[in-house]
């Protein structure tokens, strides 16, 4: 694995322990992370992210995932429209690629 790779990893390990000692916002965040690729894969990125601004462990996942792209990318995700219109494709291909490690850790962290 890249660097890059390595690092967006051990840091998506440590956004969703933060939600591991959080009793009662395990299951719906596990319940998201699950949906978060297919989400993007399906409405793109800015509709992924006005759904996730209406659930309300959605903001915490949106958190985890802008932190995520803008340490490869220098933009605020949870404000699509400061997106350029160039950089959104690579932008929503770093966030999937955020969001497979997100999910990837919830399914071993909150599992119950």
């Known amino acids: 694995m890249r660097n890059l790779e390595l690092e967006m990893a051990r840091r998506a390990m440590e956004k969703v322990e933060e939600v591991a000692n959080e009793a009662q916002s395990?299951?719906?965040y596990l319940?998201?992370?699950r949906k978060?690729?297919?989400m993007i894969?399906?409405?793109g990125l800015i509709g992924t992210i006005t759904y996730l601004k209406n659930?309300?462990?959605g903001s915490?996942?949106?958190g985890h995932l802008n932190e995520l792209v803008s340490q490869q990318i220098p933009v605020d995700i949870s404000r699509p429209e400061c997106?350029?219109?160039r950089d959104y494709f690579k932008v929503q291909a770093v966030a999937?690629?955020?969001s497979k490690w997100l999910k990837r850790y919830a399914e071993i962290l909150l599992k119950e």
């Open 36 to 38: 978060l690729g297919s």
């Open 55 to 57: 659930k309300s462990q």
């Open 96 to 98: 999937l690629e955020a």
């Open 31 to 33: 319940t998201l992370a």
């Open 41 to 43: 894969i399906q409405n």
């Open 60 to 62: 915490v996942i949106l």
């Open 83 to 85: 997106v350029p219109e």
């Open 26 to 28: 395990k299951q719906e």
